[in-house]
């Protein structure tokens, strides 16, 4: 681990109020991404100097706000973008407490509703590995959400090692999932979903040994299937699990899953 | 004391029942931007699927702040507002990316914001333009703080702020303030640039821990 004196980590206070540069900037995040004590620091850090922005707030002229509001009113929104880059970020720690199916690794068998899965046959694809190439970006916008899904799907696509996974989903449609363990992503897609009223929403975790950590809210359905959702940095010993949760999302799950695929080791 | 998420919550959805309506949604006593824990992730959440009711309610908690750093980095009225404007809608297309477990919804969006304030400084700026600013740079930290000097927030962090030793503190807020690169302030400080590096982190731990941030 880095002495936090000198090297790279000296540079977290000025990374973190952009006084660097560009180069800098992108050779620390390639830092952050070895160095777990760094991310927590960045993220520490980062509530210190938004509290700094704060600490200056003026009132917008009045005109402004309807503005804004209709700007936003003309603009579209991108979607959720499920490349766990943020996961990197020192996530998942705070997911340590969920309830108890969630503190240990599951075991089929060892719960009645894991007994009722049906995992689907797996399906192996044999094409050249390529490597995984997504770089953190602190911005998280300096490619769009469609550029980076589609190099994440084309990179798990592109694995040698690609796996497809099948399982039905207990309230109703089947749950694809594309993965290549050799570049630690996976690919999610959900058919013929049970629709849930606007309340709800199908939210997906990572479960290990450690806890469940929140990989993203799946977005309705379009023509009957939802997603694709990319889901990246796999570590071994994960599963993907879904469940049912407020449409605003959940901390940690409160259901239990309506799927769980097992996605090896 | 810091509001509860339900105090939020409520807001929000009494914003919500208003039904499009306009300002007022946000009482003028209430510390702006600084909901209840978790309150501005679970409007973001909700801003994330197109809801314009739980983007007002972001816009009466985080533009003021927006607007303040902005403000801070660029000096110019004019500017400031635009890019007060383009971080708000950023904040509109990217909610669905905003991920909590990450860090607050409130260092998101000001994270957002003084990249862009500072991106805007350093593509825009002429170098004399640049120079006089250096000329002028000593006064930047009273002057700025004047425009919010009411506000607890204010004081909280200036209390935090007067803890630093001089150079945390000259380092921190020509950085964060003024929008100077680490060297940009080696130089006008006339110290070394590892020296100004370790003072900005050193500066922003000592923030951090004094400002009880979680």
């Keep these: ?265 | 004391m810091v509001p509860s998420q339900s105090v939020v919550s409520d807001e929000y959805r009494g914003v919500d029942m208003a039904g499009g309506d306009h300002a007022g949604g946000t009482p003028e006593d209430r510390p702006v931007s600084r909901p209840g824990q978790g309150g501005l992730e679970l409007i973001l959440a909700q801003v994330a699927k197109g809801d314009d009711a739980a983007f007002r309610v972001l816009y009466d908690q985080a533009a003021p702040a927006v607007l303040g750093i902005a403000r801070s980095v660029l000096r110019d009225p004019a500017q400031s507002e635009e890019v007060m404007q383009e971080v708000l809608l950023e904040i509109w297309r990217m909610s669905a990316r905003f991920d909590p477990s990450a860090g607050s919804a409130s260092a998101w969006i000001m994270t957002v914001a003084h990249r862009r304030a500072v991106d805007r400084v350093r593509s825009e700026q002429r170098a004399a333009e640049r120079e006089l600013r250096a000329a002028t740079a000593s006064i930047a930290y009273d002057e700025v703080s004047d425009a919010a000097m009411t506000s607890l927030e204010h004081q909280r962090v200036r209390r935090c702020l007067d803890g630093l030793t001089d150079l945390q503190r000259e380092s921190v807020t020509l950085a964060y303030y003024g929008g100077y690169s680490y060297r940009e302030v080696a130089q006008l400080l006339g110290v070394a640039v590892g020296t100004v590096k370790t003072r900005m982190r050193d500066g922003l731990i000592r923030l951090r821990d004094c400002l009880g941030v979680e």
């Design chain 1, 1 to 265: 681990m880095q002495a936090r004196g000198a090297g790279p980590h000296a540079l977290v206070g000025a990374y973190v109020m952009d006084a660097v540069t560009e180069a800098e900037r992108t050779s620390f995040e390639r830092h952050l991404l070895s160095c777990e004590q760094c991310r927590e620091d960045v993220r520490g850090l980062r509530e210190a100097a938004a509290r700094l922005a704060e600490a200056e707030a003026i009132p917008p002229r009045p005109e402004l706000r309807e503005q804004t509001l209709q700007a936003a009113a003309r603009t579209r929104q991108q979607p959720p973008l499920v490349v766990s880059q943020n996961r990197q970020l020192g996530a998942g720690r705070r997911w340590r407490n969920g309830p108890r199916w969630l503190q240990r690794p599951a075991r089929v068998g060892a719960r009645p509703w894991l007994a009722r899965l049906a995992l689907g046959a797996a399906v192996v694809l044999a094409i050249t590995a390529t490597v995984f190439g997504l770089h953190l970006s602190s911005m998280q916008g300096k490619l769009t959400a469609a550029e980076q899904r589609d190099t994440a799907i084309a990179t798990v696509l592109g694995a040698h090692d690609v796996t497809t996974l099948t399982a039905k989903v207990t309230t109703g449609g089947t749950a694809t999932v594309v993965m290549s363990h050799r570049a630690r992503a996976l690919v999610f897609i959900g058919n013929g979903l049970t629709r849930l009223p606007t309340s709800q929403a199908y939210e997906l975790w990572l479960m290990s040994p450690a806890g469940a950590t929140p990989v993203g809210m799946l977005p309705p359905a379009r023509r009957g299937m939802s997603g694709p959702m990319v889901v990246n940095r796999l570590r071994p010993g994960e599963q993907l699990a879904m469940t049912v949760e407020p449409a605003t999302g959940a901390r940690r799950p409160t259901s239990s899953p309506v799927v769980l695929v097992f996605l090896g080791s």
